[in-house]
């Protein structure tokens, strides 16, 4: 597609539930980042993948929190046990390289109840 | 912990005045800025970057200064319209993190309303 790709939109789950967010990045894009945002704040820095490596995962919160993008192309961000403070929403961001500019998608909005 | 932040939460402006938003920012390894536009349900998008080898950029109908002596960062929109009805947000690229990552720092964001 011509942009990054997010879903679900929108994710209600109970306390202590898992979920798993979906990116499809733009095609071709080597490197791909998760950010959360809370209501009201700027998003922040949770992982970051260049192909399928993960290089830097010192954003995620807790070992709760679990990043995958096995094939360099489409990434999860898994949540085990979710608790009311995860709520937020999740961004996937995509770019040619590193440094260069990223493209974000809608995100995902996660709700725990 | 060092971060990138912003001196006014909101901001309102007659439709077809100049917007001026402010960011500070306190790590002096920063040396790439991006302002980014985020509408209601959307991700944040790309508007103009600088890199700290300038002080001055601009784009189409906006330009961005930047203050390396004072640590400060503004977005000047031009002729603003309804469309620009949104939260702005400055980011800072901190090169050299050793980390092997490229981590933007987000401030928390500038919500600007245009009034018609």
């Known amino acids: 597609g011509a942009g990054v790709s997010q879903s679900p939109r929108y994710k209600v789950a109970k306390r202590g539930q898992d979920v798993a967010l979906r990116c499809d990045p733009i095609s071709g894009h080597v490197s791909l980042f998760w950010y959360q945002q809370a209501l009201g704040q700027g998003p922040e820095f949770l992982t970051y993948f260049q192909n399928e490596a993960q290089l830097d995962k010192s954003g995620l919160p807790s070992d709760r929190f679990f990043a995958e993008r096995p094939e360099g192309s489409v990434s999860t961000l898994k949540i085990q046990r979710t608790q009311q403070e995860d709520s937020a929403v999740y961004l996937c961001?995509?770019?040619?390289?590193?440094?260069?500019?990223?493209?974000f998608g809608s995100g995902t909005r996660l709700t725990v109840v | 912990g060092e971060s990138v932040g912003l001196h006014l939460p909101t901001l309102s402006v007659q439709e077809g005045d100049n917007s001026i938003i402010n960011c500070a920012y306190s790590?002096?390894?920063?040396?790439?800025f991006i302002w980014y536009k985020q509408e209601s349900g959307k991700g944040p998008q790309f508007i103009i970057d600088?890199?700290?080898?300038?002080d001055k950029r601009q784009g189409q109908r906006v330009t961005v200064l930047l203050n390396k002596t004072v640590k400060h960062l503004s977005l000047q929109i031009a002729a603003t319209q309804p469309g620009d009805s949104a939260v702005y947000f400055c980011?800072?690229?901190?090169?050299?993190?050793?980390?092997?990552?490229?981590?933007?720092?987000f401030g928390k964001g500038t919500k600007l309303s245009v009034i018609p």
């Open positions: 790590n002096s390894a920063s040396d790439y």
């Open positions: 600088i890199r700290s080898n300038m």
């Open positions: 980011a800072d690229y901190p090169r050299g993190s050793g980390a092997g990552s490229y981590q933007l720092t």
């Open positions: 961001a995509s770019s040619l390289a590193p440094d260069y500019g990223y493209t």
